[in-house]
């Protein structure tokens, strides 16, 4: 079967149809296919298409993903920017689109992969501003540990913690807000101490420069939340635990205990949080030997 594209005589065909492409195609349509297929090289080749040709094509095309983009930014935003990436006024109007919708017209995961693909073409603070848009738009439970998108807080962390303190500072309390899964947040905390925010990749200088401190903002916060984490998540998998589950129910208690030794207090935290547990839960008498075991 014959392209459509190329059934028309030459550069005037395909700009009429990029100018009507709203009678013709879905805007997904319109990005994916009709403008990626103008900007290819075999385009250009096929049609032996002059510079000003394909500058007139390039142009068209992106207006024509502009104009989807503005009309489904959830499924149109990444392939406009790519489209519109080598012309700066254009790839500037892509990005202006995706920041206006991310409060209403985009889903987080949506916004995470623009934002990685911000972050892939060099721009780490734009890359930086739309995560934490993404994270406002997340909620984690406290038993989600598998969700898909821990990878992309995960990451947006990283991010943060790589452009200095101040990014990782303000998107700690998104986190807190956002993510209620206890070993969720511990990853995040032990991530953020191993070095100094803005020094990543930096060889030979950890010993230089002082490490952020867990009894202040921003890091105090977030321990704070992981060792609440920890003790909601313990009474909510105690109303309902069965004998099956309590090794693998003392081993998160192993884990929690790791998060309060954090705290300056933790050792005093974690002994009144067992000795809690012993006492509201004093019927489940197997399970609580096998804390008093563990614990004492």
Known sequence: MANPFFSLPGVHALDTIMQNWFTLFTPTEATSIVA??????????????DCLQQEKLAGSARTLA??????DPQNCALSAL?????????????????????????????????????EHRG?????????TLAMT?????????????????????????SLGKNELAAIIPLVVKSVKCAT??????????????????????RNSVKLMSLDKAPLRQLLDATIGAYINTTHSRLTHISPRHYGEFIEFLSKARETFLMSHDGQIQFTQFIDNLKQIYKGKKKLMMLVRERFG
């Open 36 to 49: 990626t297929t103008v900007m290819s090289n075999s385009t250009i080749v096929r049609l032996h298409l």
């Open 66 to 71: 502009l104009q989807c983009a503005m009309k």
């Open 82 to 118: 790519t489209l519109c990436e080598k012309e700066r006024i254009a790839f500037e109007t892509a990005y202006q689109i995706v920041l206006d919708a991310a409060t209403t017209g985009m889903s987080y995961s949506q916004l995470f992969t623009v934002a990685r693909y911000m």
């Open 123 to 131: 721009y780490p603070m734009r890359a930086y501003k739309l995560a």
């Open 137 to 161: 738009h997340l909620n984690l439970s406290y038993n989600q540990d598998t969700h898909p998108a821990i990878n992309d807080v995960l990451w947006a962390c990283a991010l943060s913690h």
């Open 184 to 205: 969720v947040l511990s990853d995040i905390l032990r991530r953020c101490t191993l070095t100094t925010p803005g020094m990543v990749g930096l060889q030979g200088r």
